[in-house]
């Protein structure tokens, strides 16, 4: 049943579902706003069910190698699982701590350090910094293999400072050479090479005796310091606070200019950052708890929409609207395709500086395949989502007439920014649908008319 | 297979023989049967099936089967492949809720089944086997039921429902016949084997989940060999287990493998690769990863499906048949005695 309470209060909570997951039906967004708003931030943050996706079931249908495999089961997870949080903040980590298939071409390092990112994503930035530093995915990928005592490799100390934690303009060139020596022997484990029996583990493997061991001066500080040092004096820093702490708000809250720009460009709401990095410092950067205070807090409340939506956001939101993965089923790396061809392919960023994102999301095709992929997706009343809502529209008490169809449809597809002018536009295109008969073929104009709302600009926003 | 059952064995060994098939040649090896001293081994992953037809000697004699959805002959989810004595080779396809028949050079011949819960329809379809007169069992896995088939696609029968209880399935996979047609399930969801008699009569239950012999974490495919043993792919641990007909444990197979020739044949034209394997331990590599489907062949070859290592590992039975006169009549509790 369509609530017609407060729609500001159903809205915000709408709004902190597709920022914490993909959104929720109009259902799930009934029972969720009975529960007091901190109190429903707690359960996102910390869930009772967190691993109620049947994990075993997708490995019965979808057990075999691959990074498009892995983007499957995120999208089951996502739209299905008891934590959508914990699948958000994994893309979260991927976005910053970007590391490709095209280089290494070896799934399993990169799903593992996807999974790791499940694992310790939530939880504070000196253990994912340290998690990060020993991943076999990302120790091969800024060739950190390579660091050793006598020919050091500085390409993981200095990215771990400018593209992971701090930001340019926070250290110096000696702190990289220093950092670089801090992490001389951290290494992998040859895993068994992909031919003829396909793909083994790596792990991380510490050798000591290429390891440097003297005396360093990193950022201010003096010893014989090895790679989890620094990562302590890294996570310490106030300039690591606030590019962390900027990243969760670009993230989670607003689009802010790409990354390079940072140091030049100020934050778009610096309240905000100073918000969020108080609870860094407070909470010794648990992620967890800097979460909490965006999500409660008021500049959050009134972010919506000011986000546009990454290709696997998109894709993930309309799935979860449509209800079409809710089972396991052939084709889910038709999915996987989508969000490639929008320009995201998970687990194979362009670069070290993963995707750029707000509006460089769109282009002249990307757009089209956005759109496209969104309409083709919402094309049957028996995708069970979509019958949903003609359920809902065909009980709701009030009288069907066009300029109200259209509002319960706009409700019920949670996409409330439709402006005025895009909404004059549905009404004059729903009269041209059916004319008078619009009782008569309901599930027909339903279907066209949210075909037309997520074919919106508005659409492409969360 | 034909081999008349003795009276008992004399159970010499089962030791590895050699492995067939690589990753390119033989992606995800998913089922496998045997024709004509030919290996016939379905390859499936999402968005790609076939089956590859390999000699004893690792030839590759190409393919036949091909993957999508839009033809009745096309292969979308195949999940077991059984041939019959005429060398009609059955599929089942869980994607297109059907059974599919090729011939042995791939010809398509007919298919049966739609999406449903009534009788002649499927949901899931997985495990198939074939009876001693020639019917088709299939395992219903979403309906949670064991159906049986005329090979010309006629309903005959059901049985089975969800549950946990004795009889009842939660999303069977394997199913095998032994030479008394009595029918064994691989209950899925449950970690467990459950034997019933051609009528139907529940006979008993192995297993339930773990890792200790006789326990299953995901059991899937079945076989039964000319004795009478059954095999089991006990997929999440990696092995499969060997149970006598009355489900005493037997042994396990956890994999021993070495290289196959066609792997051989890649490694020596590649020296990078060559490299690294002399940087590691190859000690893993012989190990059985996520294998699935079982045959036999008739020289009590068993062939096992290494899924994850994309080939197919073949074990040899060694056994001398025993008249009653060689071996004591069966005694009722276990004895220190030495003889």
Partial sequence: ?462 | MKTSKPYALLRSGFPYKKSLGMRRLTNHPTSVGIYNSKIYILCRSEGAATIRILTYDDEDLGTIGKYGSDSEEHLLWPNTIKFDKYGNLFISDEGKHKIIILSETGKFIKSWGIKGDKEGQFNRPSGICFTSNGNLIVSDTLNHRIQEYTPDGNFVRQFGKNGTNKGHFNMPWGVATDSKDNIYVSDWKTNRIQKFSYSNDYLFSIGKKGTNNGYFNQPTYLEVDPHDDLYVSDTFNNRVQQFNENGMYLDKFTGNSSLSKSGIDYLLSNAYPMRLREMTSLEEQKLLRKPRGLTFDNDLNLFICDYWSYRVQIYEKQTIPLKESDISPPIRSSSLLVT
């Avoid at chain 1, 409660?296 to 998109?314: C, D, G, I, T, V």
């Avoid at chain 1, 989502?385 to 009030?398: L, V």
């Fill in chain 1, 1 to 462: 049943m369509i609530n017609n309470g407060s729609n500001n209060k159903l809205e915000t909570y709408s709004h902190l579902m597709r920022r914490a997951g993909v959104g929720c039906s109009i259902d799930e967004l009934n029972e969720i706003s009975q529960i007091p708003y901190e109190k429903f931030v707690d359960q996102i943050l910390s869930p009772e069910n967190p691993d109620s996706f049947d994990e075993d079931n997708f490995d019965r249908y979808f057990s075999h190698e691959g990074i498009d495999i892995w983007s499957g089961r995120w999208l089951y997870r996502i739209i299905n699982g008891g934590y959508p949080l914990r699948e958000k903040i994994s893309i979260f980590w991927h976005q910053i701590f970007a590391t490709a298939w095209f280089k290494s071409e070896h799934p399993n390092s990169l799903i593992n350090q996807l999974e790791m990112f499940r694992e310790v994503g939530l939880s504070d930035l000196k253990t994912i910094l340290t998690s990060l530093s020993k991943d076999p995915a990302m120790l091969f990928w800024l060739d950190n293999n390579d660091n050793i005592d006598g020919e050091p490799n500085e390409n993981y100390g200095r990215e771990l400072m400018e593209l992971f934690s701090m930001g340019v303009n926070n250290y110096t060139e000696n702190d990289v050479k220093n950092a670089a020596l801090a992490f001389t022997g951290w290494t992998f484990t040859q895993p068994i090479p992909l031919y003829p029996t396909g793909h083994y583990a790596s792990n991380f493997k510490y050798e000591e005796f290429r390891h440097n061991q003297d005396s360093k001066n990193f950022l201010g500080h003096t010893g014989n310091f090895n790679g989890e040092d620094v990562i302590d004096i890294i996570v310490h820093q106030p300039a690591t606070a606030n590019f962390i702490c900027r990243h969760i708000y670009n993230f989670f809250v607003e689009d802010e200019p790409q990354v390079p720009a940072w140091n030049i460009v100020a934050p778009k709401n610096p309240e905000a950052i100073k918000d969020l990095t108080d609870s860094y410092h407070k909470s010794n950067g648990n992620i967890k708890e800097i979460l909490r205070t965006l999500f409660n807090s008021e500049w959050f409340k009134k972010s919506k929409f000011k986000h546009l939506k990454s290709p696997a956001e998109l894709v993930a939101h309309t799935l979860k609207t449509s209800g079409n993965l809710r089972e396991i089923k052939p084709g889910i790396l038709d999915y996987v395709s989508a969000i490639t061809n929008m320009g995201q392919h998970l687990l194979n960023p362009p670069t070290v500086e993963g995707w750029h994102t707000g509006k460089e999301w769109i282009d002249g095709g990307t757009l089209n395949e956005r759109v496209n992929f969104a309409v083709s997706e919402m094309n049957d009343p028996n995708k069970p989502g979509i019958k949903e809502i003609i359920n809902q529209i065909k009980t709701s008490k009030d009288e069907i007439t066009n300029e109200n169809l259209i509002d319960l449809c706009i409700k019920l597809v949670g996409q409330s920014n439709i402006t005025s002018k895009t909404k004059n536009d549905l009404l004059e295109y729903s009269k041209k649908i059916e004319g008078k008969s619009l009782k008569k073929h309901l599930d027909r104009t339903v279907i066209k008319l949210i075909q037309v709302i997520v074919s919106t600009k508005e659409y492409q926003f969360s």
